[in-house]
């Protein structure tokens, strides 16, 4: 059973693409910017995706939910960022400051 890691699990294909994970049996772990969208998982779910909101922009926060997603699951295998902006690349080449820059935020 892999691990798998989508924002906007509300938006654009993001109710597809966790319906389609949970059919295979993966795990999914959704991580949000939009506050209804954790109680409107876990109604769609019935608490089968672990789901958490972020404030936007807030990179410290980011890394918290991360984190507790790697404590909760173990491991993810696979982070599908279903948002508006890209950043193309390894994610371990990324800084802050390119994920912050990509928001046009300081």
Do not use: C
């Not at 924002?7 to 295979?24: E, K, M, V, W, Y």
């Not at 109680?39 to 939910?65: H, K, M, P, S």
Request: hydrophobic share 45%; charged share 20%; aromatic share 6%.
């Amino acid at each position: 059973m892999a691990s798998r890691l989508p924002t906007g699990p509300s938006q654009a294909f993001g109710p597809d693409l966790i319906r389609q994970l949970l059919a295979r049996g993966d795990r999914v772990a959704a991580i949000t910017d939009q506050s209804g969208d954790v109680a409107a998982v876990n109604r769609e779910y019935g608490g089968a995706v672990w789901a958490r909101a972020v404030t936007q922009n807030d990179i410290g926060q980011l890394r918290d939910i991360v984190s507790a997603a790697f404590t909760d699951l173990a491991r993810i295998e696979v982070v599908v960022s279903n948002a508006m902006y890209g950043l193309v690349g390894a994610a371990e080449e990324f800084t802050d400051a390119d994920v912050v820059a990509l928001t046009g935020q300081l």
